[in-house]
């Protein structure tokens, strides 16, 4: 498929993916299989917003201009899915938020707050430069746990908007034979200071708790990183001391506040 510039942004690629599916269905064909570079977002977004999924990276699968290109395998399913495989954390709903699992569609949300250099300052991953970042996050990242049944991440909407993703919060498996779980979160940064990260951060540990087989779980920051401190005192994780020189991380040696909660502990409060 192809469609000239002047005709763009007029929702003609949607309607041709829609013909298309519509002819495949009346033949019978159960998938269609659709391959795109990984630096074309304006296709990413076509066929993500169509229902198609990513599930591989051809590398160096084009020479293209004397530069080698990659590109995304996507596909679609046009009859149920088994739901072999196919785990997905569930939704929680607190006071102000709606956590939910992250779908594709949900990269230029994430894109918007994870651009900010404010937001990712005392963060382990850098700011990302383009939409594919954060789109290779939610595929690469986020559903390759989501496989292996780890709530970690959800997506932090707000209730009148549960479509738009204004962060993440989960627990990953720091070890199971432990039954030792690790809390992460963040926020884009016009949603500081309300209290959101921690309402969040509250929920997902409390599912945690309730959901896994798990009797610690821990959070850490950089003792630069007040505010991340503040979430984890607010919902009530116990300070456990300062590691130093913990991380080496863009040039230099990062100091890091340990905390922690019990399920005894947490169950009693």
Known sequence: MMILEEYWAQGIGKRLLQIMEEQAKACGYTRLEATVRTENE??????????????????????INGL??????????????????????????????VLRPLSQADAEDIFEYAKNPNVSLYTLWEPHKTVTDS??????????????KVPEPFGITLRENPDKVVGTVGCFWVSKPSKSMELAYVIAEPYWGKGLVAEAARAAVDYCFKSFEVNRIQARCKTENKASS????????????????????????????????LKDDWNQA
């Open 68 to 97: 080698y290109q990659n590109e995304y395998y996507l596909g679609k399913l046009l009859r149920e899915k088994s739901q072999f495989n196919d785990w997905k954390p569930p939704q929680l709903e607190t006071k102000n938020l």
């Open 42 to 63: 304006r296709g990413i977004k076509l066929y993500v917003n169509s229902g198609y999924e990513l599930e591989g990276t051809r590398y160096n699968a084009a020479l």
């Open 230 to 261: 503040r979430v984890m005192e607010k919902i009530g994780m116990n300070f456990e001391g300062t590691l130093k020189s913990a991380i080496y991380h863009r040039n230099r040696f990062w100091d890091m506040h340990y905390y922690s909660a």
């Open 135 to 148: 789109f290779n996050f939610i595929v690469q990242y986020a559903h390759s746990l989501y496989r292996e």
